[in-house]
């Protein structure tokens, strides 16, 4: 079992910055792939960014630019900076880690983004 707590989240104006922070614990030997996905009230939840243990990276086209997905592999955790955010990145985000075959998935509890206008 993996554990994932979650931090940072929060109420910014637009324009402004965020850090989210995700570190996991325990078994976490076969996790592969860090991503972080939001689900906004009334939508699907949809992909923001993933990188993977070699270190490419994905991203949604509604953040690339602004968004940058990290992680520190001594700390076992998972960083999205969010940047130059606008109301319409108001969310709950998730951080998601998984084996490449995503046989073990694990999702964190969701941390709160809320941008005011």
């Known amino acids: 079992q993996v554990q994932l707590v979650e931090s940072g989240g929060g109420l910014v104006q637009a324009g402004g910055s965020l850090r989210l922070s995700c570190a996991a614990s325990?078994?976490?030997?076969?996790?592969?792939?860090y991503g972080w996905y939001r689900q906004a009230p009334g939508k699907q939840r949809e992909l923001v960014a993933t990188i993977r243990s070699a270190g490419s990276t994905n991203y949604a086209d509604s953040v690339k630019g602004r968004f940058t997905i990290s992680r520190d592999n001594a700390k076992n955790t998972v960083y999205l900076q969010m940047n130059n955010l606008k109301p319409e990145d108001t969310a709950v985000y998730y951080c998601?880690?998984?084996?490449?075959?995503?046989?073990?998935?694990?999702w964190g509890q969701g941390t709160q983004v809320t941008v005011s206008s």
């Open positions: 998601r880690v998984s084996s490449y075959d995503y046989l073990h998935d694990y």
């Open positions: 325990g078994n976490a030997f076969r996790i592969n792939v």
